[in-house]
């Protein structure tokens, strides 16, 4: 079982389990011994839901990537592949199939995740192709569950094509994932949310439930209320530098699907006699979950605190292994010899965090991230929001990686409301002087979804906002926070402030800012069978963010 | 590779649970040994539907008639006759993965009827299918003229083309919807698809009289003279074959090519298309990023006498004086780097307006005498002495400080 699912307040691994159950029926459906095509944007989500070991159990032999040309050979009775729905893929395919060796026939199914695709199947028909498929199907994976209270829909591209491209597809997908989700933990009672795509979600939640009429689940409902807010109803945090331990292992290394790659020279084993000649090239994976009773502890510190969390544990662990000592009798040997086992991982996982601890403080030590961070801050609180940035400046001149650019540029004209013509023509032009004249499309697309645009006639709403949700907190306790401003030591994220003020008092007392934050704010509610409401002390609230 | 790196990590979690190679418990998804008792137990025990399966509600691809009953019409069921579907029952049965005939739909009225219903559920794979057989089946001018007093559809229209790559039939949408600029963009965008430059050029020519924004279109413009002369000077320098190919400036931005132009072509006459005035001139680079650029070109080749004569300026009386853009504590920096010697830093360390950062940065870089100098100037004697143990017993600084020391005309403050 996925013990990191338990952990939450509401069983996660139900949907693991239900996710499971449906990759092994349709694995059986294509009977008989099988290698899996995967489209590679798969494999990382997938490995939320399932490892080898229960492919294998399900006849699968071999795997392999999705390319073009000529599917490897390999001696299995069928061909699957595992793909999203998209037509350059369905193109590939349509190659792998018409060059596979006419003497020796292999079956071919296909599995669109998370949704079959009219649109693929007419091209693979087009390309002559779709009769040669024994079984299509689809496997839907909306919510994937990531930890003991998170769940991710993994769908990278949601914000691009939703807000960029006027492609309301991931919404559609949200809101079907959704009841999927109320099917297995009943319905949610109320839904609020805030913004276009938000509304649109609920109004497809609500349509979907109206045509299923007929079903009525018996569950007692585990989550009370969903909120659901727009991403650009909090453009901010995800623009600012994550300061937490995990925050800022996935700024630095970047964790996907629940993994990170590090640089192997800070965790190559010093074996006896060898004198370093055979450090491993390969970068160091590991799992971050809070299965791991470390992480679990210090993920969400600030990262100023996770120093002394890690010598407190090692007195900890030192202690218990020194508990040997006072081992006697033949029990007392015994009980110690079965805890081995939990204190060796223990100290295993204290060795590992320490070296990414280290890692992450020749960072956050330098002079660079103590500037930038300052920048930040300031435009946070609305320092010079109106001028020009010499760091900035400075930064494009040192031609400083495109992305820390445009993420502080962004952060100022989000702060400010939009930056003075002459301030936007500024960056506009040093970023194209130095990244290259193409990136007139990166700046026109930022300036569409309104990351990075001239001031409006409108007045700068942002320290109102600011002010009244006390987003920024001066007198911030990085080590025993009492206040959620402490993931970015002062600022509090807009979104959860939001969720923060709907639990308790609500959001009538804050109808004035809600206003001045982009799309509409409302409130549904639905039917719950009576018998079933249960009112709770403290509210389960599922935080949907497009 | 990374993809079989991606692929190959599936089967090495299974390797690593079975190993736990450093000791570490990995965190693994099937803990417990399958098939064992306590998983079986945990299996029936997470169960909470009483007496139904866990699964995710599937499109039912079999015929039921219990389910759904709203938009159905119960005799056209019984008859199996797919061409007496209304648009709503058409669209239901397209949901729910079955048989369906989009051709019995003649009428324009019963084409729209037919898209305004996919519309209305939502499905973006269901109003593209519903939009390529009205692509197929309508005009040109009255699909657009239709689309464009629908707004859910055009965006998934164009979306569709844009994936088809369909871009010619894309660019007259655009047209006509008058988003002229978003046409040209997009235009402009497939340079991005051309490898070759000349015809990447040649391209970037064809652009330039596209409706940009009036900002835009001079990016453009630059873009094209930039990669044309690109391409001349490389040319060039293959026939005399002066300059190492490594350095290769097709495609690169105007900063990085000034930088190039300031290593190889430093000095040139205005004339000649890789001199850097040329192109200072004829990319309008500003005073502050010219300097910049070279400074670090010919810092780099440690050109001492090159990086002087950036700075040099005559004042109104004829005098020359020495005047920068950028703070004199950023020249030296950028000079340390490139490991001038301690005798041309000392010279810029001077140039510092601020004395609290020309002190710092002179400590920084060991500039002795100016240390010296302005602990002197300051009267500070106990940091001379503190700054004395730093140094050599014989070398020069240590003596002067000692002279200094012993200078009875000094008042100290200290």
Redesign the interface.
């Known amino acids: 079982m996925a013990s990191h699912l338990f952990c939450g307040r509401v069983n996660l691994n139900i949907l693991r389990e239900a996710a499971r159950k449906d990759l092994r029926e349709f694995l059986d459906k294509c009977s008989g011994s099988k290698a899996i095509v995967w489209d590679e944007y798969l494999t990382g989500p997938f490995g939320l839901i399932a490892q080898y070991s229960l492919l294998k159990e399900h006849e699968v032999e071999k795997m392999f990537t999705l390319k073009g040309g000529r599917i490897p050979s390999a001696a299995v009775k069928n061909i699957v592949f595992f793909v999203r729905p998209r037509l350059e893929l369905m193109d590939i395919i349509a190659e792998n199939v018409a060059s596979e060796d006419k003497l020796h026939p292999r079956d071919f199914h296909i599995l669109f995740v998370p949704r079959r695709s009219l649109l693929c199947e007419q091209r693979l028909k087009e390309k002559g192709v779709l009769n040669s498929f024994t079984n299509i199907d689809e496997y839907i994976l909306d919510l994937i569950p990531y930890d003991g209270d998170l769940l991710s829909m993994e769908s990278e591209s949601s914000f691009r094509e939703c807000y960029l491209e006027s492609d309301q597809t991931s919404l559609y997908h949200a809101a079907k994932g959704l009841m999927t989700l109320q099917a297995l933990y009943g319905t949610i009672p109320q839904i609020f949310g805030k913004g276009e795509c938000a509304r649109h979600v609920a109004n497809m939640m609500l349509r979907m439930k109206r045509e299923f009429a007929g079903s009525h689940t018996q569950i007692l409902p585990v989550f009370d209320t969903l909120l659901l807010l727009d991403r650009n109803v909090d453009l901010l945090t995800p623009l600012a530098t994550q300061l937490t331990y995990e925050g800022l292992i996935d700024e630095i290394f970047s964790i996907t699907n629940g993994y990170v790659k590090l640089p192997p020279e800070k965790f190559a084993q010093k074996k006896q006699g060898e004198g370093g000649k055979d450090l491993p090239t390969e970068p160091k994976k590991l799992q971050l979950n809070s299965a791991e009773e470390l992480y679990a502890e210090i993920r969400d510190k600030n990262f100023n605190a996770v120093g002394a969390a890690l010598s407190k544990k090692a007195k900890v662990i030192s202690a218990a292994f020194e508990e040997r000592h006072n081992a006697k009798t033949v029990g007392e040997i015994k009980q110690f010899v079965s805890q081995l086992p939990h204190m060796q991982a223990a100290r295993s996982s204290l060795a590992n965090h320490t070296s990414i601890a280290e890692l992450i403080k020749d960072i956050t030590t330098s002079e660079d991230f103590f500037d930038s961070l300052t920048v930040e801050q300031e435009f946070m609180t609305g320092v010079d929001t109106d001028k020009v940035s010499t760091y900035i400046e400075d930064c494009v001149a040192q031609k400083d990686p495109l992305i820390k650019i445009l993420r502080l540029v962004c952060m100022q004209s989000v702060c400010n409301n939009g930056l003075k013509q002459k301030v936007l023509d500024f960056y506009k032009r040093e970023i194209l002087q130095t990244y290259g004249y193409k990136h007139i499309l990166t700046l026109k697309n930022l300036e569409k979804v309104g990351l990075l645009k001239p001031q409006s006639t409108m007045r700068n709403n942002y320290p109102t906002i600011r002010k009244t949700l006390k987003l920024w907190m001066e007198d911030t306790n990085e080590q025993n926070p009492n206040d959620i401003s402490y993931v970015y030591s002062g600022y509090a994220p807009l979104s959860v402030r939001l969720t923060q003020v709907l639990a308790r008092p609500g959001w009538r007392s804050i109808e004035e800012v809600l206003k001045m934050l982009p799309g509409p704010h409302f409130e549904e509610r639905q039917q719950v069978p009576t018998g079933l409401h249960k009112k709770r002390n403290k509210p389960v609230i599922l935080v949907k963010s497009a | 590779k990374?993809?079989?790196r991606?692929?190959n990590?599936?089967?090495?979690?299974?390797d690593d649970d079975e190993e736990e190679e450093?000791?570490?418990?990995?965190?693994?998804?099937?803990?417990?040994p399958?098939g064992s008792i306590s998983?079986s137990v945990?299996?029936t025990a997470?169960s909470?539907?009483?007496g139904s399966?866990?699964?995710?509600?599937?499109?039912d691809t079999t015929p039921s008639l219990?389910?759904?009953?709203?938009g159905y019409s119960l005799s056209s069921l019984f008859k199996g006759d797919l061409y007496d579907l209304s648009p709503e029952e058409t669209v239901r049965r397209?949901q729910k993965?079955r048989a369906f005939s989009l051709e019995k739909f003649r009428s324009l009225q019963d084409k729209l009827l037919l898209l305004d219903e996919a519309v209305a559920?939502?499905?973006?794979?269901?109003i593209?299918?519903v939009l390529?057989y009205l692509k197929k089946s309508l005009s040109k001018e009255i699909l657009f003229r239709e689309l464009m007093a629908r707004d859910?559809a055009l965006?998934?229209y164009?979306?569709?083309l844009?994936?088809?790559g369909e871009q010619k039939l894309l660019v007259e949408l655009m047209k006509a919807l008058g988003r002229t600029e978003d046409m040209a963009?997009m235009q402009?965008?497939e340079?991005?698809n051309i490898k070759d430059e000349g015809q990447r050029r040649d391209f970037l020519k064809s652009c330039l009289g596209l409706p940009f924004s009036q900002?835009?279109a001079t990016?453009?413009q630059?873009?094209y003279t930039?990669l044309e002369r690109q391409i001349i000077i490389e040319a060039d320098a293959e026939i005399f074959k002066k300059f190492p190919r490594k350095a290769s400036i097709l495609?690169?931005?105007?900063?990085t090519t000034l930088y190039y132009s300031c290593f190889y072509h430093y000095g040139e006459s205005e004339g000649t298309y890789s001199s850097p005035e040329n192109i200072r001139k004829t990319?309008r680079?500003s005073e502050k990023?010219y300097i910049?650029t070279a400074l670090g070109a010919r810092a780099k080749l440690k050109s001492w006498f090159d990086v002087d004569s950036l700075f040099n300026t005559k004042n109104w009386l004829g005098y020359t004086k020495k005047r920068s853009p950028i703070g004199f504590h950023?020249v030296v920096d950028i000079l340390q780097k490139n490991s001038a010697p301690v005798n041309v830093l000392q010279e810029y360390v001077n140039l510092i307006d601020s004395p609290e950062l020309k002190l710092s940065v002179a400590l920084k870089y060991k500039c002795h005498d100016i240390v010296i100098n302005t602990y002197r100037d300051l009267k500070d004697r106990q940091e001379l002495v503190v700054y004395r143990e730093k140094l050599e017993r014989d070398s020069p600084e240590y003596r002067k400080i000692q002279e200094l020391l012993n200078n009875v005309q000094i008042r100290w403050k200290n």
């Open positions: 990374e993809s079989k991606a692929v990590s599936i089967l090495v979690d299974d450093d000791g570490v418990e990995r965190v693994s998804w099937s803990g417990e399958v998983w945990k299996e997470s909470i539907r009483s399966e866990q699964s995710f509600p599937k499109i219990s389910k759904q009953g709203s397209m993965g559920v939502y499905d973006g794979n269901l593209t299918a390529i859910v965006r998934h164009v979306h569709y844009k994936e088809m963009l402009y965008k340079h991005l900002d835009d990016h453009v630059d873009h930039l495609n690169m931005p105007i900063i990319f680079i990023q910049l950023r």
